[in-house]
């Protein structure tokens, strides 16, 4: 959908959140996965958005205020290295 939520102008006027800084909408490091995330919480597209990067199987990114990794939605990203011995499990 983000392809072709840029490429598109059969949204008129809306203004399309992703249109502004796709590439954070592929970030690596958590922190930015969250912003784009918090980004998506408003705009006016975010369920087919999802629904449609669903349907694709998208292999990552954030996609209609969720994060998909391997075509399914997960909480959050976990940052690079080696995960704690103490902390909680979190999905890819």
């Not at 998208?58 to 704690?84: A, F, H, I, M, N």
Request: proline share 10%; aromatic share 6%.
């Amino acid at each position: 959908m983000l392809a072709s939520v840029l490429e598109t102008s059969s949204f008129g006027e809306t203004e399309i959140p992703c249109r502004q800084d796709p590439d954070l909408f592929f970030a690596e490091a958590p922190a930015d996965v969250e912003a784009a995330k918090a980004i998506c919480a408003d705009c006016p597209v975010r369920e087919q958005c999802l629904a449609d990067a669903l349907e694709r199987r998208e292999p990552w990114g954030v996609w209609g205020g969720q994060l998909l990794v391997s075509g399914k939605v997960v909480p959050r990203k976990r940052p690079r290295g080696r995960p704690r011995k103490d902390a909680e499990p979190v999905a890819a």
